[in-house]
């Protein structure tokens, strides 16, 4: 029950956060699904591994790769999609707590939690390149056939 209601909730974040940036309409609900694809497999690996930084990491380079797959096919920018899909991702929460704890002077509760949300947007960040340096070998490869 848990994975039906995280992965309603990713989809709808998802495609509202497509709609917030203008994303064109009928690509609202390919962002929405691979935004939800995104943090299921964020949730799962999280859940089986105990290690939110390698499934942020995991679950980017999912996102990045399947984003420039379906610009490929509906031929759309791969902003479109990776934007829209990474959102989920983005560690809003464990920021505001860091600002939080900054405010209340707890500055050593402040620096744990500063300190993962910059290790989680840092796997975030790789994990968009990776799947970008990803994608050019395999066109290198492709051409390489030809």
């Given amino acids: 029950m848990a994975i039906l209601s995280q992965g309603i909730t990713s989809f709808l974040a998802t495609a ?8 064109p309409k009928e690509s609202l609900v390919k962002c929405g ?12 690996l999280e859940d089986y591994s105990n290690d939110a930084i ?5 679950a980017s380079i999912f996102i990045a790769l399947l ?3 379906m610009a ?10 990776s934007v829209a899909g ?12 860091a600002m939080r ?9 402040a620096i744990a939690f500063g300190a993962k949300v910059l290790m989680l947007a840092g796997s975030i960040a790789f994990g968009l390149v990776f799947s ?3 994608n050019q070998i395999a066109k290198k490869i492709k051409h390489s056939r030809i």
């Fill in 16 to 23: 509202a956060f497509g709609i917030l940036f203008n994303a």
């Fill in 33 to 44: 699904l691979i935004g939800m694809g995104g943090w299921l497999l964020y949730f799962l």
């Fill in 54 to 58: 390698l499934a942020t990491l995991v």
């Fill in 67 to 69: 984003s420039q797959e």
């Fill in 72 to 81: 490929k096919l509906y031929k759309m920018p791969v902003i479109i999609f």
């Fill in 86 to 97: 990474i959102i989920p991702l983005v560690p809003g929460g464990l920021a505001y707590d």
């Fill in 101 to 109: 704890n900054i405010v209340e002077n707890d500055y050593n509760t």
């Fill in 132 to 134: 970008e340096v990803i």
